[in-house]
Structures are given as C-alpha cells and as structure tokens.
C-alpha cells in the first residue's frame, strides 16, 4: 500500500495530468520525475506511474471535504451532523439541508461530487488522448490494456455520476471543446455498460502488486454487478441475473485462487495498513505521509469530541461532527457485535486508561444513543463512528485504504438478486456474511423467508420537537435493506441503497420528514448550468 500510495499522492505526472479544462497546449517544464514530452514508459512500475495519477479524482470526490460519502450518508437515515454546543456544525445549515432533503443547486455538497468526478473524467481523457497523440508511448502489448484500464475508470466515475444526478453529459474527447450536450440516465447506463463489458477481458486478473487499488478483471465484474443491481432504478429494466452473473465471475475466481474471501472478523478490512485484507477488491489507497490533503480521509477528526485526541494521541485536536441516528442504532441485535465493534459508545478513557473528562467541565464524555435534534446537540451525544481503526499517533488523515468494493458486497449482490428474482439461497449467502458478526451460530442464520420481511427500523420523526411512528414492516424485502444497513453503515452507499427499495423519500426519520421523490437524484449545480446551455435541471 505504501508504493501505491505514494503513487497516487506525490503526482509523477503532474504536467501530464495538470489543469481540469480539455486544453493540449503542453509546456516543457517538469513536474516531479516525468516530463509530458514523449513519455515511454516500459516497465510495470512506470506504467502504474502512469494510470495511478488518474485514480487521484476517486479518493478526492469521495471522500474529500462534502464529498460523495456525505452525499450519499448525510442524506440518509444511518447519520446525522448536528449542531454541537460549543464546537459548531452550523456551516450555513449545509448539513441540515442534506438531513431534510431540502439541499439547493448552490450547496457545495451539491457541486463537489459533480466538478471533482468530471476531473477524474478529464484526467483519463487526456491521458488517452496522449496516448493517441503518441506524446505517451508505450509497446503494443501495453497499449491494449492500458487504454482497456483507463476507459473502466473512466466509466466507473460515470457510475458515481449516473447515481447521484441521473441526467450528465457523456465526455469522452479531450480535443472536442464544445459544449458538451446531456445524456439521459439510461443513455449513461448503457455507455457504462458498454465501456465495460468491451474492455474487461483486456484487464489484469492480477489483485494485488501493481494493480492494488486499480481496475482489474474482478473490479469491473464488481462494478458491472453494481450496475445491474440498480438497472431498475437508472435504466427502467431490472436486470437481476446479469447481476447474479456478474458476481458469479468474481464468486468463482475467488473459490478457485483463493485471491478473494470474507475476513474472519470484518473488523480486519478498516484496519491501519490493510492492504493484504483478501476481502478488498478494489480499494482507494491512503496514506498519512503520501496523501497531503488536509481533509482526505478524517473521519476521526470528522466524528470525535475534541477530548479523545487524549485518548488516541492524534496529534490534532478532533472536531466532533458526525453521529450515528439513535433510530438506527436500535435496530442491531444486541449481542451484533459489528455494533461494538463499529461505533465508539459509553465513558471514554484517555491513552493511559484514565476516565476522559469533557472539557467544559460537566462530568466524564459518555457517548450516549440520543440526540435532541439537527439544531441542537451535546459533545457527547450520538455513537461515533468507529468502524476504521484510529490508530494511535496518527495526524489528521489515516493510513486505511478504503475499501470501496469487497468480496462481502459481492456475496450480498447475488443474495438481493436471487430474492429480488424470486430464486433461492439468498439466506444462505447472508448468514454467510452474518456468521462472523455472531458468537452464537443461531443468532447468525437468516433464511430467504426473513429477508423477504419488513424492516425493524422504527421510521419517523424522533426529536424533541415532535415524535412519530411509521413501522418499517411495509418496506418490501425491508429486512434485507436492514442487512445492508448492518453490514455496509459508513461505508458512502446507504441513499443508493434507499433508494433502490423505495424508502429515501417516502419515510421519516430523526428531524427528516417525508420528501419530495424529485430528491432522488441532486440538481445539477448551478455553478455548471450558468456554464452550458445544453443542460436542463433535474425536477426539483
């Protein structure tokens, strides 16, 4: 992970990769180690130099500062940011905008996961049209799966594109600089599918090495299985046995390299240096030395009190934001130990064991599981998130390479699949995943028959402004949006997740009351329709 990292962080290729507009005017200056100037690279550590730089704009649109995981968390009914006393969270009520549905084309939230995700569109772009150019020359048997890697990823941010604002302009020539016109969503699902399923076979089946972190053979069946689950919802045709197909790809190389399988505790996938987790299939590589951003991948700084850094030594002070629902928290089974294990609870103590006392002297911080409300709130109220390991010392960003495919996605894809499909084994594939989250087996088995049951989230409104109950028992296949919820929580996929069972704008929770189904998908930022007269909003 080190090598990868340093990779994607210190930009070999920065005036290969500079500027975010389609411009080829080239200079002759060097940035770092590589000029633009007939570049060959040769071996595989030059070629990872080379396609790694166009990875940057993932880890940047997903998890820099109101990035997609606050788009897709903040949203949704796991996670809320509320006012703290004494600490803030305000912020011009960006974050209660995103908790009531009630965002605009202004919020920066709205803006980030589209301007940050067409940068890594541009970035392959221009790379591909560098190597059509032949300012980047590489032999013949390189040339196939480069371009092949370069046009996956490149599809893969479409894929964060076609999720959140459905309707996007498809770019695929960096020389073209005209204003790009709107594609449909299904005209997006298809140009995915496409870019994919006729590149793949030119990928590496190599998971690790010099394609840790990049797009090989099994993260594009992945990525392809992501689309197929949601084809419903962005192309208007369910197609569930691609889905099951595309997971049986990875499902049997798994089974018969015992490249890729479920941790023993899944615990061993967040933790510092994870790089050899077997669970990971594609990961966004992080480093705390390489990866210089001050808001890459804080979620330490990003949840906990200002008085744990005594508790883990960081060497800067956390600013106490994000918490977990208190309606979410009691859907876990008590003896569930993904809840102990992936939410910081109860007193908490300093490094050397000492009961860690809040700083305005009101008594020891105890996390508790209640919030009063999105406006106001405690530095100890909510469960923190927990579920990457905070490793002592550490500087404001982490050292974890974040998982964002693993093999325990693909095994609950198939499940949803088969049920939605009406085929058989769904229980069987998720008391798979559940098994490790148990000490007793019996609590750990769920059957087909189950999953197909309602949720157990009590929904409504449940602050000390107003209290209301909707049951969960009517969301179809709800237990199986609770699995998810149990297994993937604070992972950037919960709204996807809603949304595919029909529960992100039709129930209530918290200080969120039911919305409009236009909310579905985020308005185009304005920023980018006072730029091109080719675009029309989504309905708002």
Known sequence: MKHINKIYSIGLL?????GNSACTNLLDDSYGQVVSENYAPKTEEEVSYLVNAAYIPWRETFLQWNGVVRSQELSADQDVIPARLGIGWVDGYIYKRWHEHTWTTEDDGVLQGWERTYNGINTCNRI??????????VDEATREPLIA????????????LVDLYGNVPIV????????????????????????????IDLLSETP?????????????????????????IWSGTPQWQKCIDECDAVIDFANS???????????????TNNENSKEIIFALPFDEIYVTGWNDFDFHMYTLAPENQDTYQFTERPWGGVCAIPQFIDTFHPDDLRLAQNYIQGQQYTASGEILQRSDGEGPLIYTNSVPSIDASDVDDGYRWGKFEYAQGITNRLSNDWPLFRYADILMMKAEALMRSGQPGAGELVTEVRKRAFEDINDAIVTDQQLEEGS???YGRRDENLETHESGEDIKYGRFLDELGWEFCQEGRRRQDMIRFGVFTTKSWFSHDKSNPNRNLYPIPNKIMLTNSNLTQNPQ
């Not at 695929?172 to 590149?199: A, C, G, Y």
């Not at 992945?222 to 689950?229: G, N, Q």
């Not at 390299?257 to 967040?270: M, P, R």
Request: charged share 25%; net charge negative; glycine share 4%.
């Open 257 to 271: 390299s015992n490249e890729y399988a479920l941790e023993a505790n899944q615990k061993n996938v967040f933790v």
């Open 208 to 232: 690790r090495g010099y394609y840790y972190g990049r797009f090989n053979k099994w993260a594009a069946h992945t990525l392809l299985a992501k689309m197929y689950l949601n084809a419903e």
């Open 149 to 160: 890697e370069l046009k996956v990823l490149r599809a893969s941010y479409y894929y964060i």
């Open 172 to 199: 695929t020539d960096f020389k073209d600089s005209s204003l790009p016109k709107q594609s449909t969503r299904k005209e997006v699902f298809d140009f995915i599918i496409k870019e994919v399923t006729e590149n």
């Open 14 to 18: 920065g005036l290969l990769l500079a």
């Open 128 to 137: 591909l049209s560098q190597i059509e150019e032949g300012v980047i020359t």
């Open 456 to 458: 157990c989230y009590d």
